[in-house]
């Protein structure tokens, strides 16, 4: 195996780790995120502000598709970090994503990560 390959392996499967750490993180944030927002639609609900709750609610919805979101990403990251060994293949899958260091990426929020 040429140590070429060896060395985009070794970044790859960093690249990989990293972008499955944050997007565990990110997970674990979002759903903090949605318990909080739906605890003040809650709350808005028992005060009777129907504007408010209805925003709230909105938001609820919106942190709920991007919870899901990272939760999707998480789930690809762990499988590109599984499943290539055991098909053989674990340096060449890990090599091509050794790019992943040099993408970024654009967060829902308009902030880049």
């Known amino acids: ?5 060896l060395i985009l392996a070794v970044l790859g499967a960093a690249a990989l780790l990293f972008r499955l750490a944050r997007s565990v993180v990110r997970l674990f944030v979002r759903s903090a995120e949605v318990t909080a927002a739906e605890g003040l639609a809650e709350i808005s609900a028992r ?3 129907l504007t408010a709750m ?3 609610g909105a938001a609820v919805r919106q ?6 979101r ?7 990251w ?3 970090l599984a499943v290539p060994p055991a098909f053989g293949v674990a340096p060449e899958a890990y090599a ?11 967060d ?3 902030t880049d990560s």
Do not use: F, K
């Open 1 to 5: 195996m040429p140590t070429l390959v």
């Open 47 to 49: 005060r009777g502000d």
């Open 54 to 56: 209805q925003e709230r």
């Open 63 to 68: 942190l709920r598709r991007t919870r899901r």
């Open 70 to 76: 990272d939760l999707l990403l998480a789930v690809l």
């Open 78 to 80: 762990l499988v590109w």
């Open 96 to 106: 091509i994503a050794s790019p992943l260091w040099l993408l970024r990426r654009q």
């Open 108 to 110: 829902p929020g308009g």
